[in-house]
């Protein structure tokens, strides 16, 4: 290295008897080794793609950075439930296996974030024609004391001529809720159309699968 140092500090000169410079005759010559002793420099294009690399990563990281309030909203949206609203369609008077799994669900949901829960119980047919919804509305709020609670609203939206998912989605957007629970077996059973979720629902919806 200290051979080096010398080569590179002490200028090349020409000859003093050379004589004048031509194309054929150059005024000094440049051994093999001291080219040698010159550090290779990266070429323009290389230094250009590295800039152009760090470039991408910086604006990878700011895209990042202004996605992060989104996932924030979205995540609050999921994690902050003041009040749930629970949909029974059925007409069991003991209520199905979905029907159960939603309101066990649903008080779970209450209990952990402190939310109200609303019940809305719907029919395309009169009170009159249902000889057994007394026997399901005890059922309905047995189940909810089950899960632990005693102070909740019960809606009764029957025979009004509306689908069920339009009922949903007016009860949802006057209440101002959070969040809908809703067991797939309705949707299986007609009861409620999946196509027209998106439409009226003004809220998340929870499909709990069986």
């Known amino acids: ?55 991408r990563r910086v604006t990878h990281k700011a895209k990042a950075k202004a996605q992060e309030p989104e996932v924030s909203a979205a995540t609050d949206a999921f994690t902050q439930f003041k009040h749930l609203l629970l949909p029974i369609t059925d007409r069991n008077p003991y209520l199905s296996e979905g029907t159960r799994q939603a309101i066990a669900t649903t008080t779970a949901l209450a209990k952990k974030y402190g ?22 509305l005890s059922s309905i709020r047995w189940h909810i004391s089950e899960g632990g609670f005693k102070d909740y609203n019960l809606l009764e939206r029957l025979g009004e001529g509306s689908k069920p998912t339009a009922i ?34 003004p809220c998340p919806v929870m499909l709990l699968p069986l």
């Open 115 to 136: 939310a109200d829960i609303t019940v809305v119980v719907i029919d395309e047919q009169q009170k009159e024609s249902l000889p057994e919804h007394e026997t399901q």
């Open 1 to 55: 290295m200290a051979l080096a140092h010398y080569l590179i500090a002490v200028p090349i000169e020409p000859s003093p008897k050379s004589p004048k410079s031509s194309l054929l005759n150059p005024p000094f010559s440049i051994s093999s080794n001291s080219l040698n002793l010159f550090p290779s420099l990266p070429s323009k294009p290389h230094k250009q793609h590295s800039l152009f690399s760090r470039f």
């Open 168 to 201: 949903i989605g007016d009860v949802a957007d006057d209440l101002n809720l959070d969040l809908v629970v809703i067991s797939m077996e309705a949707i299986h059973t007609k009861h409620i159309d999946a196509n027209l979720l998106a439409e009226f629902i």
